[in-house]
């Protein structure tokens, strides 16, 4: 059976690559066999893509918010009709198991897509503040470029509240795991939104660079690394972009001495390990009164030991590859460096875990007596390690949590929730789950410090993508 190949979305069809046929091989991390080509698009491809969407802007965003609504309402129904074919080709690109790929991966799409549309009906776009009359405007065209770690759900994230404040988007895709970003396109398409309102461009850091850069093109909405966020806000400056960054984190979660410890290091552990560790708001460091570190270590331990690793189209899996070799021998070399820095090793390692020679499989590691300057406790990993760390009192957990450059998440457990919040509340993080609080996709997404700017999800994401204009009205308008 020959390997598909997927062309750039433009003006609402699939179309050959004008730059020619570089293509780019899309490989399932778990078996190492390439599934599928995109084209490796470059600077004609983004030149096509954002004078379609340009040339969409003002209809759509003058298209009425019911109708707008409408389009990611029935964009949701779709969403969920196709949702097994979406766990699917997301276990194939990511290496997800299938369990949590329908769980999550393919149901936070339809959630947020869903919940997006009903916060825009009711959303009030105009306010009058004495003689002026606010209204928000479209941002105009929106670079939205997306990681691979949740290959749909971060651009749902991005893509629908962008629709929905009425702007159009050209979305570059990562191009480790590119297909369900274009299966998105063709839903959208078929739920009602007009041509060149969204485009694809798959393609590598040529294309990406090019978006950033472009003339065209009014905001940039990035999700990746540290070092290549501060290049897109540089480059994005030439142009005076607006720019949103998500760039990663450390997230602590911290147990307070009164807190069920055992529930809070098992939900712990299995948050550091969910999508392989691949997670931008893991929580990777565990806080502990330093006399229970010995009875959270045991706890981790065997939380560890329920990690079964292993074919991701098994139901029973719980944890699949890290996305390619390069990442796994990124996150084997700081294993390494905890070895060499003192840490103790309580589980995993480096070795693969048995059985799983044919991908890029991670065992599940667990390092404890961890120094909370160390690189290991400092550094974003984005794979399956978990520090733990012991505090003396609350005042220096508090100080831990806080101590890396990083601000994106984390977590309180206490026995008195009020108590947690009051902790949570001096947790320098842009979210924290209070006692296991789930996670709710109308609350506002993003970081203090190194871990970025803007945000994403609820009305705080649209918000993003609105600019607002105000109108002096003269001193008689509105009177009765």
Known sequence: MP??????????????????????????????????????????????????????????????VADRAAVLRRAAKLLEDRREEIAQVVTAELGAPIR???????????????????????????ERIGNSLIVRQPVGVVAAITPWNFPLHQVTSKVIPALAAGASVVLKPSELAPLSALLLAEILTEAGLPEGVLNVVTGGPTAGRTLV????????????????????AAAASRTVKRVTLELGGKSASLVLPDADIPTAV??????????????????????????????????????????????????????????????????RAFI?????????????????????????????????????????????????????????DEAEAIEIANGTRYGLGGSVWAHD???????????????????????????PFGGFKYSGYGRELGVHGMAEYLEPQSLQLPAEAGRD
């Open 3 to 64: 390997t598909p190949h997927h062309g750039q979305f433009i003006d609402g069809v699939r179309r050959p690559s004008p730059d020619g046929e570089a293509r780019i091989e899309v490989e399932n991390p778990a078996t190492r066999r390439v599934i599928a080509t995109v084209a490796d698009g470059g600077p004609g491809d983004v030149d096509d893509a954002v004078r379609s969407a340009r040339k969409a802007l003002g209809t759509w965003a003058a298209t009425p």
């Open 100 to 126: 949590i790929a329908r769980s999550v991966h393919a149901q936070l799409p339809i959630t947020v897509t869903a919940t997006t549309a009903d916060l825009l009906s009711a959303y009030s776009f105009d």
């Open 213 to 232: 850069d472009h003339d065209d093109v009014d905001l940039v909405s990035f999700t990746g690394s540290v070092d290549v966020g501060r290049s897109v």
């Open 266 to 331: 098992k939900v712990s552990v299995a948050n550091a390990f969910f999508n392989s560790g691949q997670a931008c708001n893991a929580w990777t460091r565990l806080l502990v009164p330093a006399d229970q570190l010995e009875h959270v270590n045991e706890l981790a331990q065997a939380a560890a030991e329920k990690q079964t690793v292993g074919d991701p189209t098994d139901d029973k899996t719980r944890m699949g590859p890290v996305i390619s070799d390069q990442q796994r021998e990124r996150v």
């Open 336 to 392: 390494r460096v905890g070895l060499g820095d003192g840490a103790r090793l309580l589980a995993g390692g480096e070795t693969s875990p048995d059985g799983c020679d044919g991908g890029y499989f991670v065992r599940p590691t667990i390092f404890t007596d961890v120094d909370p300057a160390s690189t290991l406790a400092q550094d974003e990993i984005f794979g399956p390690v978990l520090s733990i760390i012991g505090y003396r």
């Open 417 to 443: 929730t009020d108590h947690a919040v009051r902790v949570a509340r001096r947790i320098r993080t842009g979210q924290v789950d209070v006692n296991g609080g789930s996670f709710n996709p109308a609350a």
